[in-house]
């Protein structure tokens, strides 16, 4: 049957206007969800992200999320503003860690077994084997502020930076630098291969962080993902590049609504794919190369996805922090 969507968006807090909105004209359409829940650092879907509710209990509403990752059976929150935090999902509340580290803005994330490794912005790289307890600084010969992304495998520790990809040598325990010239954004590994997004594009790498040859290079980076044998290139300008044969080959997917918004994630879940934008979380179920917007938000974007079985938990910021949009899938925004 063919559907007009409509929504309500409210445009003013203050007043509560609100306005009624057709999608499309005529096409065949699921309806979008309510509006998402108050303001909260986390959200959990238990549908495949079309509707969201706050994770609540023992951190600050204002804290904005960064990263999100698996320690056990809990879960790691690394805020841009509030420090490290872990939650057990079985007693629903989260707890501060890391109070052991030199600051509470962090720019990097990344678990391996029980280890833990965060940056600290402006005081470097920093490791815990104890669950958070304590914590061993690791910036031997990098300079500290510098570190973007961080990557452990079974056969090394990368690190991306401001304009080098480095590699922990375990004999000299210092690290040395493997590629330089290139902002490190994101990094992720393949069953083979190290993928990492920088701001010129897409490197590879082998899995102890050598040989670093260029896969694709349309721009700046947000960041990457690899979810099975699918890589995905996110463009700080909006563009989705897929691969499915290890970086040899790219493709431009085609999404909307788009306009002047990153691309932040994408996850699998279940068989599907989700990604958000700054107009909120979309959907694929052929392979990530078609989407339909299935839960709508503008006043905060999912910066982070983490699936725990068929859970989705996303890690969100306010909306417009990254970009001023004086436009959107709505028109002008209130007061413009």
Not at 206 to 222: C, K, M, P, V, Y
Request: glycine residues 12%; contains cysteine; negative net charge.
């Amino acid at each position: 049957m063919k559907l007009w969507r409509f929504g309500w968006i409210s445009l003013c807090c203050v007043c509560s206007w609100t306005v009624c909105l057709v999608y499309g004209d005529g096409v065949e359409s699921p309806s979008l969800p309510d509006p998402l829940p108050s303001r909260s650092p986390v959200l959990q879907s238990q549908n495949h992200g079309e509707d969201w509710l706050p994770v609540k209990g023992g951190i600050a509403t204002e804290a904005q999320s960064s990263f999100l990752a698996r320690l056990g059976g809990g879960i790691l929150l690394a805020t841009d503003n509030a420090g490290l935090f872990i939650d057990d999902p079985s007693q629903g509340q989260w707890r501060q860690i890391g109070q052991g580290l030199p600051g509470k803005k962090l720019s990097a994330l990344e678990v391996f077994g029980n280890e833990i490794y965060v940056s600290v912005y402006g005081e470097g790289l920093y490791r815990s084997e104890d669950f958070g307890q304590n914590w061993q600084s690791m910036n031997a010969h990098v300079a500290k502020g510098r570190i973007q992304s961080i990557l452990k495998t079974k056969e090394a520790i990368i690190i991306g930076a401001d304009n080098d990809i480095f590699r922990w040598d375990e004999d000299s325990n210092q690290w040395t630098s493997q590629f330089s010239g290139v902002q490190v954004v994101s990094l992720d590994s393949l069953s083979d291969r190290v993928v990492a997004g920088t701001n010129s594009g897409v490197l590879l790498g082998d899995r102890r962080g050598n040989d670093w040859t260029w896969s694709h290079q349309e721009g700046a980076l947000h960041s990457v993902a690899v979810l099975g044998e699918t890589i995905f290139a996110m463009y700080i300008l909006g563009d989705l590049f897929l691969s499915n044969d290890g970086g040899r080959t790219w493709e431009n997917v085609e999404y909307a609504p788009r306009h002047r918004s990153y691309v932040y994630d994408v996850a699998r879940v279940g068989d599907a794919f989700i990604m958000s934008n700054n107009y909120g979380v979309h959907r694929s179920r052929d392979g990530g190369r078609s989407w339909t917007l299935i839960s709508q938000t503008e006043d905060r974007a999912f910066l982070d996805f983490l699936v725990v079985g068929e859970s989705v938990y996303g890690g969100v910021r306010i909306w417009n922090e990254y970009r001023e949009r004086s436009d959107s899938l709505f028109g002008p925004r209130f007061g413009e």
